[in-house]
């Protein structure tokens, strides 16, 4: 059950790792200090359950149908050799992730803020209920449980690393070059990921 862990980790990681509304505003509540864990909690909460809804539903459906296996295999492919494509394009040209210094104080506005950058960007439902959730239909059982924790637990690592580490990993994220090497890592990773479906396809 090891591989389809991993592949789950390395798949959530790859999407979730990028600069964007969500992750600024957790770095800037880590900066603060403020409602760190509970904030943490709902980003990587709110994403386990897409995972898992997604794993349940769609995953369960595709599993059914070795014509669905062979399309969402080969349309994950394309998928992530996009994404691999827009990581390379952002290692050449590299942005930084910088944060506020003032935030939302109250508990109340910081996680109505949270859900709103976790629930109304589309690309939430996009990687984690259709690409994910799609692509845990090429496993059965226990493996496809085992590829749905390791997804989830990406977002637990990530979002818990970067609210709790925002005070020693913002210089490093407000450098250009970090971006490159990660973004670099992630296409690498994308297009690796994007070669195995492929070759799945050509050979299942």
Not at 3 to 18: C, F, K
Not at 51 to 73: D, K, N, Y
């Given at each position: ?20 509304a ?5 770095l ?6 403020q ?102 239909g ?67």
């Amino acid at each position: 059950m090891l591989a389809p862990a991993i592949a789950g980790l390395l798949l959530g990681g790859s999407l979730i790792v990028a600069i964007g509304a969500q992750n600024a505003f957790i770095l800037r509540q880590g900066l603060l200090r403020q409602h760190v864990f509970i904030l943490c909690l709902i980003c990587a909460l709110s994403d386990a359950v897409l995972i898992g809804l997604g794993v349940a539903g769609l995953g369960a459906i595709i599993s059914g149908s070795e014509r669905l296996i062979s399309v969402v295999t080969l349309g994950g492919a394309v998928f992530l050799a996009c994404y691999a494509v827009l990581a390379l394009r952002r290692a050449i040209a590299p942005s930084v992730l910088t944060a506020a210094k003032t935030g939302p104080s109250s508990l109340r506005s910081a996680v109505l803020t949270c859900l709103a950058f976790t629930f109304l960007n589309p690309h939430v439902y996009l990687d984690t209920v259709l690409l994910v959730g799609g692509l845990s239909g090429r496993y059965e059982g226990t493996a496809r449980l085992a590829f749905a924790i390791g997804a989830m637990s990406a977002s637990f690592l990530w979002f818990f690393g970067l609210g709790y580490g925002a005070r020693v990993l913002e210089p490093l994220f407000a450098r250009p070059s970090a971006w490159r090497v990660l973004d670099g890592l992630i296409a690498l990773v994308m297009a690796a990921l994007s070669i195995s479906l492929v070759h799945r396809f050509l050979t299942g």
